[in-house]
């Protein structure tokens, strides 16, 4: 149901732009989760229709997610990645009778 894209390999201090799309369903919350290695799945940063949003801090003034409402997407600038924004990326969607759908995750490699 969410297909992702834009992981890849980067430099430290680079950046990325992941996407995430549904062409099936439509979402209330749509959201970036990640997972490193030896650590839990983690939020990132996540959305509403209404375009409020919610980061982690750890990656506030350097990621910002937006969406499309229209074409069901959602995406997230990363700027000025660090080792420590390595890990695979979800994409997560809440639609608003409370069904949960995950991507099938994307991989971010951010060397030093």
């Known amino acids: 149901q969410l297909v992702e894209s834009g992981g890849g390999l980067v430099q430290a201090g680079g950046s990325l732009r992941l996407s995430c799309t549904s062409s099936?369903?439509?979402?209330?919350?749509m959201g970036w989760y990640r997972q490193g290695p030896g650590t839990l799945r983690e939020l990132v940063a996540e959305?509403?229709?209404?375009?409020?949003?919610n980061y982690r801090d750890s990656v506030k003034g350097r990621f910002t997610i937006s969406r499309d409402n229209p074409r069901n997407s959602v995406y997230l600038e990363m700027n000025g990645l660090n080792s420590e924004d390595t890990g695979v990326y979800y994409c997560?969607?809440?639609?608003?009778?409370?069904?949960?759908?995950w991507g099938q995750g994307t991989q971010v490699t951010v060397s030093s």
């Open positions: 997560r969607g809440i639609q608003p009778w409370g069904g949960e759908y």
């Open positions: 099936h369903t439509v979402f209330s919350i």
């Open positions: 959305t509403d229709r209404d375009g409020r949003a």
